[in-house]
T-cell receptor, first 113, second 112 residues
Framework: DVKVTQSSRYLVKRTGEKVFLECVQD?????MFWYRQDPGLGLRLIYF???????EKGDIPEGYSVSREKKERFSLILESASTNQTSMYLC????????????FGPGTRLLVL | QKEVEQNSGPLSVPEGAIASLNCTYS??????FFWYRQYSGKSPELIMS????GDKEDGRFTAQLNKASQYVSLLIRDSQPSDSATYLC????????????FGTGTKLQVIP
C-alpha cells in the first residue's frame, strides 16, 4: 500500500510566521504535489516536483515555495504566513507511468491568525 | 485551462438505490480518469480509475468513460449511508508532468 504522510494534522500560526509543511511518501514515487483545498474552490495545485531538486509552479504558487532534497520528501514553505493562507493543505504523490494515479496524505489544516 | 466539471449537488438518494455521479472534461487528450471519495475533514481516497472507453466494475462501483463525449460517470449500486461523501472526478492532463485536474466534487447524501 502506498503511504503518504504529512507532518501535522492541525497547525495554528500567526501572521508573518514562516511555516513548513512536510510530506513523505514511502513508495519511491517520482512525482509529488502540493494542493490547497478551500470550500467551493476545489483542489488547487500550488507546486509540484517530478524529480529530486526539480520543481514546477502550479496554478497558485504566490506566497509559497517548495523544497525537494530527497526523493521521498517534499516540503511546502509559507515564507510569511497570511490569513488568506488558512486552508487545508494536501500532499499527493504518483509514479511516472502509472496513468497518473495520485495518492494523498491525510492533509494539514492550517489556521493563520 | 483544462477543466473538469461536476454538479456540486447535493445528490440525495435513498438507501439501497443507485447513485449516479457525472462529470465532463475539456482536455480532449486526457487518457486517464479517476474518482476519489472524500469524507468531510478527510483527504481524498481513490476508489476507481478508468482509462478505456466503456465500463469498469469494482464491487458496488462502476465507472463509465465516453471519450467521444468527454464524459465520465460513477454508479454506486445498493447505496449505503456510509457512501455519503463528496466525490471528486479527476483527469490526467495531456502534455506531460503527470498533472491531474480535479473537479470541485459532488456531494452525495444517502438517506437511511
Amino acid at each position: 500500500d502506498v503511504k503518504v504522510t504529512q507532518s501535522s494534522r492541525y497547525l495554528v500560526k500567526r501572521t508573518g510566521e514562516k511555516v513548513f509543511l512536510e510530506c513523505v511518501q514511502d513508495m519511491d514515487h517520482e512525482n509529488m504535489f502540493w494542493y490547497r483545498q478551500d470550500p467551493g474552490l476545489g483542489l488547487r495545485l500550488i507546486y509540484f516536483s517530478y524529480d529530486v531538486k526539480m520543481k514546477e509552479k502550479g496554478d497558485i504558487p504566490e506566497g509559497y515555495s517548495v523544497s525537494r532534497e530527497k526523493k521521498e520528501r517534499f516540503s511546502l514553505i509559507l515564507e510569511s504566513a497570511s490569513t488568506n493562507q488558512t486552508s487545508m493543505y494536501l500532499c499527493a504523490s504518483s509514479l511516472t507511468g502509472s496513468h497518473g494515479t495520485q495518492y494523498f496524505g491525510p492533509g494539514t489544516r492550517l489556521l493563520v491568525l | 485551462q483544462k477543466e473538469v466539471e461536476q454538479n456540486s449537488g447535493p445528490l440525495s438518494v435513498p438507501e439501497g438505490a443507485i447513485a449516479s455521479l457525472n462529470c465532463t472534461y475539456s482536455d480532449r487528450g486526457s487518457q486517464s480518469f479517476f474518482w476519489y471519495r472524500q469524507y468531510s475533514g478527510k483527504s481524498p481516497e481513490l476508489i476507481m480509475s478508468i482509462y478505456s472507453n466503456g465500463d469498469k466494475e469494482d464491487g458496488r462501483f462502476t465507472a463509465q468513460l465516453n471519450k467521444a463525449s468527454q464524459y465520465v460517470s460513477l454508479l454506486i449500486r445498493d447505496s449505503q449511508p456510509s457512501d455519503s461523501a463528496t466525490y471528486l472526478c479527476a483527469g490526467l492532463n495531456s502534455g506531460g508532468y503527470q498533472k491531474v485536474t480535479f473537479g470541485t466534487g459532488t456531494k452525495l447524501q444517502v438517506i437511511p
